[in-house]
T-cell receptor
C-alpha cells in the first residue's frame, strides 16, 4: 500500500547525542515536511522540502537538520543543540505545492522521542 | 492563515451522525477549509477539504456556509473507531504550513 513510513516508533536520546528520524514515502509526492507536536498542542513546522536537494526552514528549525537526497526520503536529525527535544515528530508529504495548489498533506504515524 | 474555533469536546451515539462545527469568521477568499483527525499516538489523518461548495467522500461530508464563515464536518454513521480529535484548518492554497489548533475531541458512545 502507498503511504508514509516513519521509523523508529519510539526513540531515546542521551544528553549530547544526535539522533536521526527516518521518513520514507512511496506516494510519488514531491513535497515533504517535518512537524513537532507537544502534548495538548498543535503541530509546529520544523523543515520542509518541495523538491530533491532543496529544503527550507520552518518555524522552529533551530537544533534540527534535514537532507533530501532522494524524492522518497526526508530524514530529520535532532542535534544536541536542541535543548528540549522530547516530543512527537510527524513527517508528511504532498503533491508539489504551487500557489494555486490545494492538495492536502498526508502524515506518517510519527516517532516519539524521549530524553534518557 | 485564518483562525478557527471548535468546541473542545462532543459525544455521539454509535450509528448516529456526528456533526462537528467549525467557525472561521475571518477566512479570506483564497483559503480552503481542511479537516483532519488524530487518534491517540498516531499521525493526523486527512479527511476532506473544500473551498466554497459542499464536498463528500467515502469518509465524510463537508458543509460550508454560503458566507464561508463556518463549516460542519458530518460523519454519517459514527463508529467507535471514529473516536479521535478532529481538527478544522483553513489554509491558503500552496501554503506550506498547517496550523492545527486544539480541535474537538469526539467520543463515540456504544
Amino acid at each position: 500500500d502507498g503511504g508514509i513510513t516513519q521509523s523508529p516508533k519510539y526513540l531515546f536520546r542521551k544528553e549530547g547525542q544526535n539522533v536521526t528520524l527516518s521518513c520514507e514515502q512511496n506516494l510519488n509526492h514531491d513535497a515533504m515536511y517535518w512537524y513537532r507536536q507537544d502534548p495538548g498542542q498543535g503541530l509546529r513546522l520544523i523543515y520542509y522540502s518541495q523538491i530533491v536537494n532543496d529544503f527550507q526552514k520552518g518555524d522552529i528549525a533551530e537544533g534540527y537538520s534535514v537532507s533530501r537526497e532522494k524524492k522518497e526520503s526526508f530524514p530529520l536529525t535532532v542535534t544536541s543543540a536542541q535543548k528540549n527535544p522530547t516530543a512527537f515528530y510527524l513527517c508528511a508529504s504532498s503533491i508539489f505545492m504551487t500557489a494555486y495548489s490545494n492538495q492536502p498533506q498526508h502524515f506518517g504515524d510519527g516517532t516519539r522521542l524521549s530524553i534518557l | 492563515d485564518a483562525k478557527t474555533t471548535q468546541p473542545p469536546s462532543m459525544d455521539c451515539a454509535e450509528g448516529r451522525a456526528a456533526n462537528l462545527p467549525c467557525n472561521h469568521s475571518t477566512i479570506s477568499g483564497n483559503e480552503y477549509v481542511y479537516w483532519y483527525r488524530q487518534i491517540h499516538s498516531q499521525g493526523p489523518q486527512y479527511i476532506i477539504h473544500g473551498l466554497k461548495n459542499n464536498e463528500t467522500n467515502e469518509m465524510a461530508s463537508l458543509i460550508i456556509t454560503e458566507d464561508r464563515k463556518s463549516s460542519t464536518l458530518i460523519l454519517p454513521h459514527a463508529t467507535l473507531r471514529d473516536t479521535a480529535v478532529y481538527y478544522c484548518i483553513v489554509r491558503v492554497g500552496g501554503a506550506n504550513n498547517l496550523f492545527f489548533g486544539t480541535g474537538t475531541r469526539l467520543t463515540v458512545i456504544p
